[in-house]
C-alpha cells in the first residue's frame, strides 16, 4: 500500500510545471547597476571608527558628530 501511495505522489508531482528559472549572476550584476546609484552622499562622509579622531574632527570643522552604536544582545533579552 505505502509503495502504491509513493508512486502516485511521485507521478503526481512529475506532472507539477516545473519552478520559475532565477536569473543568471550576470544579469542580476547587470540590474543592480541600472539601479545603483554612484553618487550618493553617505559615501562622500569621511567616516571614522575611532570616537576620539571624530571628536577632533568634528571640533575642527565645526560640524555635528553622529555615533553610530551597535550592543548584540541575547535572543529574547526585553532589556534597554
Given at each position: 500500500?505505502?509503495?502504491?501511495?509513493?508512486?502516485?505522489?511521485f507521478l503526481f508531482a512529475a506532472t507539477?510545471?516545473?519552478?520559475?528559472?532565477?536569473?543568471?549572476?550576470?544579469?542580476?550584476?547587470?540590474?543592480?547597476?541600472?539601479?545603483?546609484?554612484?553618487?550618493?552622499?553617505?559615501?562622500?562622509?569621511?567616516?571614522?571608527?575611532?570616537?576620539?579622531?571624530?571628536?577632533?574632527?568634528?571640533?575642527?570643522?565645526?560640524?555635528?558628530l553622529m555615533v553610530w552604536c551597535y550592543?548584540?544582545?541575547?535572543?529574547?533579552?526585553?532589556?534597554?
Amino acid at each position: 500500500m505505502i509503495i502504491f501511495r509513493l508512486t502516485l505522489l511521485f507521478l503526481f508531482a512529475a506532472t507539477l510545471p516545473a519552478a520559475p528559472r532565477l536569473d543568471s549572476p550576470a544579469r542580476i550584476a547587470e540590474r543592480i547597476k541600472t539601479i545603483r546609484s554612484d553618487d550618493v552622499a553617505w559615501r562622500k562622509i569621511a567616516w571614522k571608527s575611532c570616537l576620539l579622531e571624530g571628536l577632533a574632527e568634528a571640533r575642527r570643522t565645526g560640524k555635528p558628530l553622529m555615533v553610530w552604536c551597535y550592543i548584540d544582545r541575547p535572543v529574547g533579552d526585553t532589556r534597554c
